[in-house]
């Protein structure tokens, strides 16, 4: 089987935090590629679900007050920003 190359554009701090992850178990970041492209073909799709970063406990929590009908709901920035001024 014959090899293509495959390049992409990613920040140099991304690089630099994947290359961390995948040497702690082992892999390059090639092999780390190779992997998630062979379980997408695999799958018939991504290979994990998609998600957003982790709030942290304070947004989580104030997250959950709302949810639970608790916080302060604004109709406008204006009335926000007057809130802050008390």
Same mark, same amino acid.
């Given at each position: 089987?014959?090899?293509?190359?495959?390049? @992409?554009?990613?920040?140099?701090?991304?690089?630099?935090?994947?290359? *961390?992850?995948?040497? %702690?178990?082992?892999?390059?970041? @090639?092999? %780390?590629?190779?992997?998630?492209?062979?379980?997408?073909?695999?799958?018939?799709?991504?290979?994990?679900?998609?998600?957003?970063?982790?709030?942290?406990?304070?947004? *989580? *929590? @104030?997250?959950? /007050?709302? /949810?639970?009908?608790?916080?302060?709901?604004?109709?406008?920035? %204006?009335?926000?920003? *007057? %809130?802050?001024?008390?």
């Amino acid at each position: 089987m014959s090899n293509t190359t495959v390049q @992409a554009r990613i920040s140099t701090e991304l690089k630099q935090d994947a290359e *961390a992850v995948f040497s %702690a178990i082992g892999l390059t970041v @090639a092999t %780390a590629i190779r992997l998630f492209l062979q379980q997408s073909v695999n799958r018939g799709g991504l290979p994990f679900q998609p998600t957003t970063k982790t709030p942290n406990p304070e947004t *989580a *929590a @104030a997250m959950n /007050e709302l /949810e639970d009908d608790g916080g302060q709901l604004f109709t406008t920035t %204006a009335d926000l920003f *007057a %809130a802050w001024k008390r």
